[in-house]
């Protein structure tokens, strides 16, 4: 176990900003890990687990320890005739659990294919996409408390502790950085359980069997995950190609009186129901379980004029507004000046607050 000084960071965020940390080390394993807790480097610094870098956004220097997350293993806990519980570790890359269940009939996270980062950061910010977000399926989070030192350390987050709302959880709010995510556990279904819910994907499909002159639609666990694949690929930048991080900002979420004052001016405006968010800004103790109305932040942003329009190195993306890009040696400044001119002119037409989805350190 090597802690290396002053590492280069580029690679290792999908934003692909040129930043470094004081401190930098790797775990593998279980022991990796507990051995690290006894090092002056932990004890001494702050710290940063890091596991794919597709949701965050350095914005100096980390002037304390990053910790590559690698731990890996996925097993099958328990089953029954209609369910199954997985185990997977944190370092896990997401999509790799994704395919493990596909290719074994298990129903449940096929509309979350292909959404980058690793299996820990997952609970962290509730992942969704196409109808389906990971609190549908989880079970519970095992993770280590990082200020009480080696002994009494595990603990087990049952889902309703995690206090999960749109794009949030505990870990985000309360319990920020006090909690390394070890591991979670998933309950699927081995009974056929589709959601299609979401038009953007329903239509997808249908197009497709109407292409094969099929008038049946025995869309299959893999039909489902390949179409959202398809769809992922045609409107989100890969982050190989173009340096991002996936959604830049989250979708807004207004009470009823809001939506009408907006909708008189703006009669075109799409918005969408959805339960169980958490009011723009609130803290998680003040969680909201009441039906509030989504408006697509993309939408905002892409009447303010910013779809597509590129500022020196940084851009927002032409086919999904709600992406920031990298056209390549973009610093930190560039990315941050672009976010809070989006911010101040969706504020100015809408009276609406963005809010960052990626995590700004
Ligand atoms: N829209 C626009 N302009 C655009 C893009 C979208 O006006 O450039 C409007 C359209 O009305 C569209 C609506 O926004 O119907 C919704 O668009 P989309 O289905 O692309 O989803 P989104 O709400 O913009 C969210 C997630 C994505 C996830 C998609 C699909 C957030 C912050 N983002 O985006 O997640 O893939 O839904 O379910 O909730 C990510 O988190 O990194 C991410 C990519």
New binding site residues.
């Given amino acids: 176990m090597e802690i290396h000084k002053d590492y280069d960071l580029t690679k290792l965020n999908t934003f692909g900003i040129s930043v470094s940390a004081k401190f930098f080390i790797e775990i593998h394993d279980k022991t990796d890990l507990e051995n690290l807790f006894d090092t002056p480097e932990f004890k001494n610094n702050k710290k940063l687990f890091l596991g794919g870098g597709s ?1 965050i956004l350095f914005t100096k220097n980390f002037d304390g320890l990053v910790v590559l997350n690698k731990l890996k293993g996925i097993k099958i806990l328990s089953e029954s005739s209609t369910d199954v519980v997985i185990h997977a570790m944190s370092g896990e890359i997401w999509h790799d659990l994704v395919i493990f269940a596909v290719e074994r009939g298990y129903w449940g996270i096929e ?1 979350l294919s292909l ?2 980062g690793t299996v820990g950061a997952a609970p962290m ?1 509730n ?5 389906a977000e990971l609190r549908d399926v989880l079970e519970s989070v095992e993770a280590y408390d990082l200020e009480s030192g080696k002994e009494n350390k595990k603990k087990v987050f049952s889902r309703e502790e995690c206090l999960f709302g ?2 949030d959880s505990i870990f985000k709010n309360e319990l920020k950085d006090k909690y390394f995510i070890f591991a979670i556990t998933l309950k699927l279904s081995k009974v056929e359980k589709k959601n299609i819910s ?3 994907l329903r239509e997808y499909l249908e197009n497709l069997y109407a292409q094969t002159g099929n008038k049946i639609v025995p869309y299959s666990l893999k039909d489902i995950s390949d179409a959202v694949g398809a ?2 690929k045609s ?2 930048p890969d982050p190989a190609i173009i340096p991002n ?3 830049f ?3 807004i979420f207004v009470e009823e009186e809001k939506l009408n004052e907006l909708l008189k001016i703006y009669p075109n405006m ?1 918005y ?1 129901e959805e339960k169980n968010g958490r009011k723009n800004g609130s803290k998680a103790s003040v969680f909201i379980a009441s039906v509030f109305k ?1 408006i ?4 905002l ?3 303010c004029g910013w ?1 597509g329009k590129r500022i020196g190195n940084v851009g927002v ?1 032409n ?5 920031l890009v990298n056209y390549g040696g973009a610093t930190e400044e560039e990315v941050k000046n672009l976010a809070e001119s989006i911010i101040a002119d969706v504020k100015n037409k809408f009276g609406l607050v963005l809010i960052p ?1 990626v995590n700004l350190i």
């Avoid at 697509?296 to 939408?299: G, L, Y």
């Avoid at 086919?319 to 992406?323: K, N």
């Fill in positions: 949701n509309n959404i980058p910010q992942i969704g996409a196409y109808g749109y794009r979401y038009k953007i769809i992922r409107k989100l991080a996936g959604s900002f989250k979708n799409p969408f989504k697509p932040a993309a939408w942003i892409e009447q779809k993306h086919m999904q507004a709600l992406v989805e």
